[in-house]
């Protein structure tokens, strides 16, 4: 299983529709791949976009949506509130 700040990292710098996010993820990690974060596991990608749209870790923008600037890698990050 691959941790979904994995596809957080990939999508820094880069704006993306819904279907090209989701084909880039399956391009860069397969077609059946499955993820995990800290509150969640076994997620598809389409699970995993969705997880993070409700965390508020992507959002909408006006071009497609992109990954909300956030230090996930400390206690309290995103990753850990809600």
Excluded at 33 to 49: K, N, V, W
């Amino acid at each position: 299983m691959i941790h979904g700040h994995e596809v957080l990292e990939m999508m820094q710098g880069h704006t993306y529709t819904m279907e090209s996010l989701l084909k880039a993820i399956e391009e860069k990690f397969g077609a059946d791949a499955r993820f995990y974060t800290c509150h969640g596991s076994d997620m598809t990608a389409e699970e995993l976009i969705q997880f993070f749209m409700w965390r508020g870790r992507i959002a909408p923008s006006a071009s497609g949506v992109a990954v909300q600037e956030c230090d996930h890698h400390h206690e309290g990050g995103c990753c850990h509130n809600q």
